[in-house]
């Protein structure tokens, strides 16, 4: 497994933007496919965002389509979650994983970092 360490989280206002960063460990980086999970309180753990091994194929839940945007870096073995136009509704507890099954699938994720809380107030 590969070890993932997020930042970049905090406290924005609505209409903010806000950049997450995962961290990973290993020279296997470029092997996963790389996702970002949310858990709001009391609500169910949600799949926002993956990306390919390699890039280029992406996913999004469609409550963030257009606003948020994945990347990643294999040579800085980072994956990087951009977050534009935040609303109240994207607080939650932001975590990054990573697979080595297919990006769009969130059962196969295994490896996962801490989390990192991102606040939007009104």
């Known amino acids: 497994q590969v070890q993932l360490v997020e930042s970049g989280g905090g406290l924005v206002q609505a209409g903010g933007s806000l950049r997450l960063s995962c961290a990973a460990s290993?020279?296997?980086?470029?092997?996963?496919?790389m996702g970002w999970f949310r858990q709001a309180p009391g609500k169910e753990r949600e799949f926002v965002a993956a990306i390919r091994h390699f890039g280029g194929s992406t996913y999004y839940v469609d409550s963030v389509k257009g606003r948020f945007s994945i990347s990643r870096d294999n040579v800085k073995n980072t994956v990087y979650l951009q977050m534009n136009s935040l609303k109240p509704e994207d607080t939650a507890v932001y975590y990054c994983?990573?697979?080595?099954?297919?990006?769009?699938?969130?059962?196969?994720?295994?490896?996962w970092g801490q989390g990192t809380q991102v606040t939007v107030s009104l």
């Open positions: 290993g020279r296997t980086f470029s092997t996963y496919a």
């Open positions: 994983a990573a697979t080595r099954g297919n990006y769009y699938d969130p059962t196969g994720y295994d490896s």
